[in-house]
């Protein structure tokens, strides 16, 4: 059976201070708080997600906020941006928005033919934006202080740097159903289900790069959309036989996981597509409160406690 992903399902970062990291996602990019939680192997860690209005899948871009960690050091082995797309002529008014909000952001530039702008989060994480007219699920947020036809219709891509092509260009293309689209100033970009915007991966051979190293400003993890668990168990085959060692299935209570580093040392993830961030809150309120996973529950005075306040960007609440 041909097994692939079908393009990304979210990504997971390292941020510093959560108050900060909130108000840039939902108080400057306008997304969504879609889900307060915290990190399943760190109780007293916030697991912060922010998405479109829905929570669609390949949307949600979610941050430990770890401030004690220190910053990153970009390097091989690591995504190093994570562009986001938004519907063509945008980026005049984002460009705008981020000089009136102090945002540092680079020059346009031209990417595989796309007017991308690259910026930067206020802990140092690469990202961009990307105009695309490519066809997007979308669901507006209508509370967000960003116009709905500015808003982010997710990510677009992500770009990862690599000591080898090789090794990693075998995994995408013989086992993950991708296929080479092109290349262009050393970055090679490969689709999923035909490539096309939020299926993306683009990764740039740099052989005398050091590696890169986690820390606040660094994407942990990129993980990639499964239909169900079937096929994840199905891929999940496919990459062991690959000689790569995927974690056993992962009940994320959200969705399913298997994790596997990638043969130049990217995390990845498998993550299906339900049952979906309104599996336990209604849609009307997602993210208000602090939601626990089942076996965390009888906890939850400790672990609120331990946790700082977090207080909605104004505007948005
Ligand atoms: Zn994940």
Redesign the pocket.
Known sequence: MQTSVHGI??V?AIAGDPRENLDFYVGVLGMRLVKKSVNQDAPDTYHLFYADGAGTPGSDL?FFPWPDMGPGRLGIGLTVEVPFAVPPGSLEYWKKRFANQGVKCDEIEIRFGETTLPFRDPHGLQLALVETADPRQFTPWEKSPVPQEHQLRGMHAVRLWERHLAPTATLLTERMGFTLIGTENGWNRYGADGGGSGNIVEVKELPGEQRGRWGTGCV??V?WRVKDSEEEMALRGVIERAGLQPTPQID?FWFK?V?FKEPGGVLF?L?TDGPGFDRDEDMEHLGERLILPPWLEPHRKEIEAALPRLEMPRGSE
Do not use: C, G, M, V
């Open positions: 399902h979210h997971t979610t942990h993890h993980a994320r996981s994790y993830e993550a």
